[in-house]
């Protein structure tokens, strides 16, 4: 049974940064593409940050980049994501996700699984 599990979710004040980690069992981590999407109130969800099998390409929504660093460790099945000078408007509940097919950037379609997710709370 694949299990993603999200931590590192916090209140925290604008132009601050949080940590998010999220851990994945029941899967081969290093045959997945794994991204971070995000989802506010009354909105859609949006890929954020997402990067392939070896880590070696990512990609980032324009409203993240230069803030935002993505990562993972395939030896601990672990993806990060660093969040740097956040703004009120990264408020939004965030979700892990795996992808077993072909890199497709963070076209949520193409992601089988799916964290419960962690929210963040940035306030002005």
């Known amino acids: 049974q694949v299990q993603m599990m999200e931590s590192g979710g916090n209140l925290v004040q604008a132009g601050g940064s949080l940590r998010l980690s999220c851990t994945a069992s029941?899967?081969?981590?290093?045959?997945?593409?794994m991204g971070w999407f995000r989802q506010a109130p009354g909105k859609e969800r949006e890929g954020v940050s997402c990067i392939n099998r070896s880590g070696g390409i990512t990609y980032y929504a324009e409203s993240v980049k230069g803030r935002f660093t993505i990562s993972r460790d395939n030896t601990k099945k672990t993806l990060y994501l660093q969040m740097s000078t956040l703004k009120p408007e990264d408020t939004a509940m965030y979700y892990c996700?795996?992808?077993?097919?072909?890199?497709?950037?963070?076209?949520?379609?193409?992601?089988?699984?799916w964290g419960q997710g962690t929210q963040v709370t940035v306030s002005s």
């Open positions: 029941g899967l081969t981590f290093d045959n997945y593409n």
């Open positions: 996700a795996a992808g077993s097919g072909f890199w497709s950037g963070c076209r949520s379609g193409y992601y089988n699984y």
